[in-house]
């Protein structure tokens, strides 16, 4: 381990494990020495701490949650980022409003405490510039690197004792500049847009400034030759259930089992919850019995529908380490449970989202990496981490459970992440959809809510003002040429209405019993 001290503009000192003083270049920039250090000591992990809080840094903790090599972790206690509260006007991922009590998924990394290893730094040598600002630089890593498959984290564990809290001061330039680096073009267009409408500022300088640099997403960039092998020493039972909620699908639930039945790793349980609103009906799931299968089936047939309510009663059912939130229309192969555990035991990750698409239908990525939502069809999950949450009933019938739910998986501390292998088929049965008529409240009102007061509901308990204010702009163009106003004036307040109507119903959500 090499720790290097910092002031912000210049390197003070970098020491060694032991505590021994290793010579630097006291011209050259903190992110030069940075990489020096890296190429000098090619299999270290390199720790960055600025002076102010070279008392509270903890290196002893370093080694247990940098239990990989293929991980970045910073701290900021301050409640403000370096880019900013405006880079929410552009950026709707969880990975802005960060949960500073946890460790958490995000991209916007601190000077102030951290750590890298070595391997990283190598594998972006002379691929992303050298900023003298060391917060950019930092930051630059992670947002080009997240996606390729670098876990980034916020880690309170950093420091100890009551830190400091020191005053961040942001820019405009900056963040154009950032923005114009890590994001397609038109987003600098859009957030001197939203600076215009909710600020009324005219930030014409930065915007210019901006367009003179160039795009780092495009460079050539693999961090795959770095294997995790992680250090973390937890017990490894992997009993798992299965969750499955179900309505009017028999021929597909039954595929569906058999698949679960002909598994490597067979499940302990296989928990159905099956869904009829008629008051008069009664199970149609005959082969649950008829048949014997390799696994307990725990069977509730309810008239209450809707699937957050199925899998929160599935929940309550569940006996195993872990759970496996299925879909009653998917298929997988006879190893995926076994296969899947293989993943899980390399990353010691306690959430997982498994690729899931229709046949034909184009992978996102190939790359694990750090998730913006949560697949409630098509994940496994520690039972632990969902022991005391559940599926908010408010969003029932409605859209955004899914990122609801990996939104309280981070806020436990946990990480949601994509696992593009094994992969899900997911065939999207033709009696898909909800399947029954929701009366939902806003169902018969004069002006139509849009968005969807639920989309709205997830925003406004999840997301800042920021973001909230961006998704207005982007919803406003991208829906004009999908409704039948095309008198832009008329659209606009139209538009405004419905807002209000869906802000209406969100408000009334949320103060829902």
Request: charged residues 20%; aromatic residues 14%; positive net charge.
């Amino acid at each position: 381990m090499i720790v290097l001290y910092h002031n912000e503009n210049n390197v003070i000192k970098v020491l060694s494990k032991a505590n021994e003083s290793i010579a630097f270049d006291k011209r050259a920039s903190i992110a030069s020495v940075f990489m020096d250090l890296a190429v000098s000591y090619p299999q270290s992990k390199v720790v960055w701490c600025n002076q102010n809080y070279q008392d509270f840094i903890d290196l002893k903790v370093i080694d247990n949650v940098f239990h990989h090599n293929k991980m970045m972790l910073s701290y900021n206690p301050n409640t403000i980022n370096f880019l900013g509260r405006k880079i929410g006007y552009i950026d709707e991922s969880p990975f802005i409003r960060i949960n500073k009590k946890v460790s958490y998924p995000t991209w916007q990394m601190s000077s102030t405490v951290g750590v890298i290893h070595a391997s990283i730094l190598l594998a972006i040598d002379k691929k992303i510039k050298l900023d003298w600002d060391f917060d950019y630089y930092l930051s630059s890593i992670a947002k080009v690197c997240m996606p390729l498959g670098l876990l980034c984290y916020s880690e309170p564990k950093l420091v100890s004792g009551s830190c400091p809290i020191s005053i961040v001061k942001t820019s405009n330039l900056r963040l154009f500049k950032f923005v114009k680096q890590h994001y397609k073009t038109r987003w600098i267009f859009l957030l001197f847009l939203n600076l215009v409408i909710y600020e009324f500022k005219f930030p014409f300088l930065a915007f210019l400034y901006s367009m003179f640099f160039k795009n780092r997403n495009k460079k050539n960039i693999s961090i795959n030759k770095i294997i995790v092998h992680s250090s973390l020493i937890v017990k490894e039972e992997k009993t798992v259930d299965i969750i499955i909620p179900t309505i009017g699908r028999k021929k597909y639930l039954y595929d569906v089992l058999k698949d679960l039945s002909q598994q490597t790793h067979l499940p302990k349980n296989v928990i159905i919850v099956e869904q009829n609103p008629l008051l008069e009906s009664i199970s149609e799931l005959d082969y649950l019995t008829s048949e014997i299968w390799p696994f307990a089936i725990r069977h509730t047939f309810t008239h209450q529908p809707g699937a957050c309510n199925a899998r929160n009663v599935a929940l309550t059912q569940v006996e195993s380490k872990w759970v496996f939130f299925a879909d009653d229309d998917i298929r997988i192969t006879g190893s995926f449970i076994e296969t899947a555990f293989e993943f899980i035991s390399q990353y010691k990750n306690t959430a997982v989202t498994f690729s899931c698409l229709r046949e034909g239908e184009k992978a996102i990525s190939k790359e694990i990496f750090q998730w913006n939502t949560f697949g409630s069809g098509c994940s496994i999950v520690k039972s632990e981490v969902v022991k005391n949450i559940t599926f908010d009933i408010k969003y029932e019938f409605g859209f955004a459970e899914d990122s609801d739910f990996g939104i309280q998986i981070r806020n436990t501390g946990n990480d949601v992440l994509f696992f593009p292998a094994p992969q899900i088929v997911h065939l999207k049965a033709p009696v898909g959809g909800f399947r029954t008529k929701s009366n939902l409240a806003w169902n018969n009102d004069e002006i139509k809510p849009k968005p969807s007061p639920t989309v709205l509901l997830y925003k406004i308990l999840h997301e800042t003002n920021e973001q909230i204010n961006g998704y207005k702009i982007i919803l406003f163009f991208k829906y004009y040429s999908k409704q039948s106003i095309k008198n832009p004036i008329r659209y606009f307040f139209n538009f405004k209405k419905e807002w209000k109507q869906s802000l209406y119903w969100a408000n009334k959500l949320i103060n829902k019993p």
